[in-house]
Structures are given as structure tokens and as C-alpha cells.
């Protein structure tokens, strides 16, 4: 299946290899993940006004999808929703500073609510692959970030020097 933003510029991973064959997987993953979700209930402007054309969840899974694809600013987001389109939905005649003051205004509470669901959806998907014999004795499991273990080395030899 291709998308209309499978013509954006590819991710680049940390060795400088691009790798459009993953992006497009979790791409497709993503659309169909999010094709599944209930669209927010009618939420209106805080003012009198028109109605809003974009609905929360497209631009939220627009930003994801930039996210993605290594884009760093708002204006991609723009331009994957008004120029591009994102998967099957219109494109939407906005504005890039219509996008600007909604992702500002917005907050993160509609954002959060996507990871929530998306987050549920990839538990359910993933668990049968789980492997739960790697240690029978742990109840779980949990990985450690390299970059904050740097830090509390620097910082222990800092104490140490004292």
C-alpha cells in the first residue's frame, strides 16, 4: 500500500543509512492503528466561530508521521496535511500559522491521548510475541539509558576528585 507520504523525504537512521522499508512499516502500522481509534468527541473552539476543519486526530497523527519521518519543524506538519496529504484524508485548506496556534493552544492532552491508544494497541499486538522465559525469577524487565547512566558517572567522578 502506498501512501502519499511515501514521495517524503526518507528517515535517516544514526549511521546515515536511510531505511524507507521500516518508516513505510510503521508507517502502515500507524495508519491502520489510528483508522481503528474514535475521532475525539465534537470539541469546540473556547470562542465564537466557525467550527474547527481540522480534527485533532489528523493533526496529532500528521505529527507523528513527521516525527517518523525525521522532519523538524512545524511547518512539515503543514505541508503533510495541506500539500501531501496524510494517508486517506483530504487534504485540509488551512493556514501553516492555523496549524502554529493549534498545536500552541492545544496542549498535550489530545497528544497523550493518541500515545495512550496507540500504546494499548501495540501492547495487544505485541504481547504473543513477548518472550516471557529470558529470566523465569524477574517479574520484569527494564533497560537502562546509556546517556542518563553518563551522567551519574560524570557526576560520581566529580564526587570522587572531592
Same mark, same amino acid.
Given at each position: 500500500?502506498?501512501?502519499?507520504?511515501?514521495?517524503?523525504?526518507?528517515?535517516?537512521?544514526?549511521?546515515?543509512?536511510?531505511?524507507?522499508?521500516?518508516?513505510?512499516?510503521?508507517?502502515?502500522?500507524?495508519?491502520?492503528?489510528?483508522?481503528?481509534?474514535?475521532?475525539?468527541?465534537?470539541?469546540?473552539?473556547?470562542?465564537?466561530? !466557525?467550527?474547527?476543519?481540522?480534527? $485533532?486526530?489528523?493533526?496529532?497523527?500528521?505529527?507523528?508521521?513527521?516525527?517518523?519521518?525525521?522532519?523538524?519543524?512545524?511547518?512539515?506538519?503543514?505541508?503533510?496535511?495541506?500539500?501531501?496529504?496524510?494517508?486517506?484524508?483530504?487534504?485540509?485548506?488551512?493556514?501553516?500559522?492555523?496549524?502554529?496556534?493549534?498545536?500552541?493552544?492545544?496542549?498535550?492532552?489530545?497528544?497523550?491521548?493518541?500515545?495512550?491508544?496507540?500504546?494499548?494497541?501495540?501492547?495487544?499486538?505485541?504481547?504473543?510475541?513477548?518472550?516471557?522465559?529470558?529470566?523465569?525469577?524477574?517479574?520484569?524487565?527494564?533497560?537502562?539509558?546509556?546517556?542518563?547512566?553518563?551522567?551519574?558517572?560524570?557526576?560520581? !567522578?566529580? $564526587?570522587?576528585?572531592?
Amino acid at each position: 500500500m502506498n501512501t502519499p507520504t511515501d514521495s517524503l523525504a526518507p528517515v535517516v537512521n544514526n549511521a546515515g543509512v536511510a531505511a524507507p522499508e521500516l518508516i513505510g512499516d510503521v508507517e502502515k502500522f500507524l495508519c491502520a492503528a489510528i483508522s481503528q481509534l474514535e475521532p475525539e468527541p465534537g470539541v469546540r473552539p473556547p470562542h465564537a466561530g !466557525r467550527p474547527r476543519i481540522l480534527p $485533532a486526530l489528523c493533526l496529532w497523527s500528521g505529527l507523528l508521521v513527521c516525527v517518523l519521518k525525521g522532519f523538524s519543524s512545524q511547518l512539515e506538519v503543514w505541508r503533510l496535511l495541506n500539500v501531501h496529504g496524510l494517508w486517506s484524508y483530504p487534504l485540509f485548506g488551512v493556514s501553516d500559522e492555523a496549524i502554529y496556534k493549534r498545536m500552541a493552544a492545544a496542549g498535550t492532552s489530545a497528544l497523550e491521548r493518541l500515545f495512550s491508544q496507540i500504546t494499548a494497541l501495540l501492547h495487544v499486538r505485541l504481547t504473543p510475541y513477548g518472550r516471557q522465559d529470558l529470566v523465569p525469577w524477574a517479574q520484569e524487565v527494564f533497560a537502562l539509558d546509556a546517556t542518563t547512566l553518563d551522567q551519574v558517572a560524570g557526576a560520581a !567522578r566529580v $564526587a570522587r576528585r572531592r
